[in-house]
């Protein structure tokens, strides 16, 4: 999707107001939109350009914009934790993802990686997902094809990854689950040569327990594990510093390329 030109009935925005506080809303014609105590009717918003100053019946202003998947990520609706905007952004380009490669992920939870991954491949791309809970997916599902639109490069497959994985040649193994050490043999048996195993896990006692399997298995290089550090800085006037909260810890990227042979 490439969505440009006056905003549409049916699409989902982002409403910004006066304090940097972003509000995320279904622009549904005949219907009002409700922010905080305030309301607007959705047909002033339709047809407008984005970037348009809009009033609530509160006399409250609020910029309206399409969201970009940094501000889509955090609102997405959804039961599993979803990985932080910086860490979607550093996978990308860590596992080289292109258009017309073929990759598997596994978890989907809500879906935000699934869509990170979709938009890198482009439609010559293929995208094969495994996820454990049914309600998950589901939910998944939805926001792909809110988010995302129509994808039929993707295939979601229900069920565990460590039994089910039954791809093979593929490009790319991209893992967000808690024992990625499990499919540590089922990704060297499903990646192509030179193809690319990327976990994301949350505590380091994980990343041992991953980084030993894969080095025990014998049948990758390459192994590397990092996390990045995301500070916003507040600048207004002579007033410029880093912000005083961050979120000082999401989760380790750990790659590792998938060697010839063992
Ligand atoms: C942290 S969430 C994934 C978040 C997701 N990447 C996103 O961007 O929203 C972990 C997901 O992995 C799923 N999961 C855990 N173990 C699994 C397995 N062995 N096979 C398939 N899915 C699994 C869980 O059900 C959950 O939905």
Redesign the pocket.
């Known amino acids: 999707m490439n969505p440009s030109g006056p905003l549409r009935d049916g699409e989902t925005v982002i409403f910004i107001d006066r304090k940097e506080r972003e509000y995320l809303r279904r622009l549904a014609g005949g219907k009002e939109i409700k922010i905080r105590d305030g309301k607007l009717a959705a047909d002033e918003v339709i047809g407008r350009d984005e970037g348009t100053l809009v009033r609530s019946s509160l006399s409250d202003t609020f910029l309206v914009f399409r969201p970009t998947l940094a501000q889509l990520i955090p609102n997405l609706p959804?039961q599993?934790?979803?990985?932080y905007p910086k860490d979607i952004g550093s996978i990308p380009v860590w596992a080289d993802i292109q258009p017309g490669l073929a990759v598997v992920e596994?978890?989907?939870?809500?879906?935000?990686?699934?869509v990170a991954l979709l938009r890198a491949l482009g439609p010559s791309g293929r995208l094969v997902s495994?996820?454990?809970?049914e309600d998950?997916a589901r939910m998944a599902k939805e926001n792909v094809a809110r988010y995302y639109g129509a994808a039929e490069n993707w295939t979601l497959n229900l069920g565990?990854?460590?039994e089910a994985l039954a791809e093979s040649e593929v490009d790319r193994i991209i893992l967000?689950?808690?024992e990625p050490w499990q499919v540590t043999e089922k990704s060297w048996a499903a990646l192509r040569p030179g193809g690319i195993l990327l976990s994301y896990l949350p505590t380091v006692i994980q990343v041992k327990t991953l980084v030993d399997s894969i080095r025990a298995h014998g049948g990758f290089a390459a192994v590397e594990t990092f996390e990045t550090l995301f500070r916003y800085w507040h600048i207004k006037e002579m007033s410029m510093r880093p912000q005083h909260r961050m979120v000082a810890h999401t989760g380790f990227i750990t790659v590792a390329r998938r060697l010839a042979g063992r």
């Open positions: 959804r599993a934790q979803v990985i596994s978890g989907v939870g809500a879906g935000a990686l699934t495994y996820e454990l809970r998950f565990n990854v460590a967000d689950l808690p």
